[in-house]
């Protein structure tokens, strides 16, 4: 549909989206707090249960941009169906699996078909939307990753307390599977239809430059999930860095060619260059993501095995984050196409604040009540962080072709993904360090990792205000131009 006819249906089409987006999200959030259980149910050692959560981050980040080109190429509706079809099955595979391997298995493939997935929910958003009505989309996206997230944990120790400590865990994927066909259902009823089009493959797929990307992608996502989940002495892993900067250099230059030859890029290249916006939104996003998603980890670590709580209870102290960030997710949506990038300079600022006080309560609280007086400035730090996704994302995106919608919001989720693993490997040997150092006090653990989290996010304040400075500059210069020409005549 054109933004001079909407679709009638965009609406309830999105909240179909948004309950996809849930189901995916609560996954990520519910399970991080199952693996004590999937050990004991399964026999399992902790590095074997943390590939559950690394290998599904690892298959995620390397389907994202494949994804959101093949909706591109295919049609959106079509490959979030068939995505969401083997989310599902996947999810009670996960669910029923007899042993931890074929549970690693099921949650590679699960990774993989989330992947697919997210894509085509930007896209059907930049697609269905246009202007202020897109905003408030996004914004009921970012509130719908706050309420996933506060959620997860809680029900997560919800589900174990239930079911037991031993099969207890069965049932966090098993949830998946009610929500993904309710949602399957509408889906094909509301999503709108795209015209069929006679497609060569061979030219529509650029199935080297998916290569090269996969690959370099997996030299830098599979030595971080292998350091966090415990292999200390793998250090040798991170040879696959520079492993990594040659296959991207690689890709880079093969993009380029497929372009100049008249064939269909995975990545189209000019996004980075010749899209206003896109290559700054995307490289605060990385940087944001990098800074704040692995503070959740080390939370955990921090109220579990400092402070000794259950899941429940850990699960608890952190949902004034997640809270504060669904509601002010909501209310930024509608405010981005007035207020622009200053949304973000402000949210950015608000979040290391409100991580800032975390640290210091931390720090001085004693342990019987940390876990409440830290509730305070993580809900500051919520408010903070919900004003930051979905307006950034929302102006990342707002100069984007539709056409390349997917590949779009396929490379920026790519980059959250390798902030999101990177930030969280840096947090928890940030944790660690302090903790050892300090002679095993968690709370000057707890108290480190915060500081170089709030590091990380004052250097995306600093790519924020430099963009809203070029946003100004630009303004300005079109407006003397403007006046240039009104005076010539």
């Known amino acids: 549909m054109t933004s001079e006819q909407p679709d009638p249906r965009r609406w309830r089409a999105l909240s179909v989206t948004l309950g996809v987006g849930f189901m995916s999200l609560l996954d990520v959030s519910i399970v991080n707090v199952a693996l004590p259980s999937m050990q004991i149910g399964l026999n399992a050692s902790a590095g074997d249960v943390q590939w559950v959560v690394s290998g599904y981050a690892l298959a995620f980040g390397l389907t994202l941009v494949a994804g959101g080109r093949l909706g591109d190429a295919f049609g959106r509706r079509a490959i979030f169906i068939v995505a969401l079809a083997g989310f599902v099955l996947t999810s009670a595979l996960a669910g029923a699996a007899p042993s931890i391997e074929l549970l690693i298995l099921a949650r590679l493939v699960q990774g993989a078909s989330a992947g697919l997935l997210t894509?085509?929910?930007?896209?059907?958003?930049?697609?269905m939307f246009s202007g202020a009505e897109r905003g408030k989309a996004f914004g009921l996206l970012g509130a719908t990753i706050?309420?996933?997230t506060a959620v997860g944990p809680i029900l997560g120790g919800l589900i174990i307390a239930a079911f037991g400590a031993e099969s207890g865990w069965r049932w966090v994927f098993y949830v998946n599977v009610p929500i993904g066909v309710v949602a399957l259902i509408f889906a094909a009823r509301l999503l709108p239809k795209e015209e069929r089009r006679r497609i060569d493959v061979r030219k529509e797929i650029d199935f080297l430059g998916a290569f090269l990307l996969g690959l370099a992608v997996v030299c830098v996502l599979f030595p971080v999930v292998q350091l966090e989940g415990g292999g200390a002495t793998q250090w040798w892993l991170l040879v696959l860095f520079p492993v990594a900067v040659v296959l991207g250099f690689l890709f880079v230059?093969?993009?380029h060619r497929t372009v100049r030859e008249g064939r269909e890029p995975l990545l189209d290249m000019r996004l980075f260059t010749n899209t206003a916006g896109f290559a700054s939104g995307a490289a605060i996003g990385a940087v944001y993501f990098c800074g704040f998603a692995g503070i959740f980890v080390v939370l955990a670590m921090f109220f579990q095995s400092g402070l000794h709580y259950t899941a429940l209870e850990s699960g608890l102290a952190v949902t004034s984050f997640a809270l504060g960030s669904a509601v002010s997710a909501a209310v930024a949506g509608q405010l981005v196409a007035r207020w622009g990038r200053r949304i973000t300079v402000t949210a950015l600022s608000v979040v290391a604040l409100g991580m800032a006080a975390a640290g210091?309560?931390?720090?001085?609280?004693?342990?019987?009540?940390?876990?409440?007086?830290?509730?305070?400035?993580l809900l500051l730090a919520g408010i903070g962080g919900g004003a930051v996704i979905a307006p950034n994302v929302t102006l990342t995106l707002e100069n984007v072709p539709v056409r390349m919608a997917g590949a779009a919001g396929g490379a920026m989720q790519t980059g959250q993904r390798i902030g999101t693993a990177i930030g969280a490997a840096l947090l928890v040997a940030a944790f660690h360090i302090g903790t050892n150092v300090a002679g095993g006090r968690y709370q000057v653990g707890m108290a480190v990792a915060i500081g170089v989290a709030v590091l990380i996010i004052m250097i995306a304040v600093l790519l924020a205000a430099r963009e809203l400075r070029t946003r100004k500059t630009c303004t300005i210069d079109e407006s003397l131009s403007q006046r240039s020409v009104i005076s010539s005549q």
């Open 360 to 377: 210091v309560v931390a720090l001085l609280v004693p342990a019987d009540g940390a876990g409440l007086w830290m509730s305070i400035p």
């Open 253 to 255: 230059r093969w993009e």
């Open 146 to 148: 706050g309420i996933s």
């Open 119 to 127: 894509p085509q929910s930007s896209g059907l958003i930049q697609s």
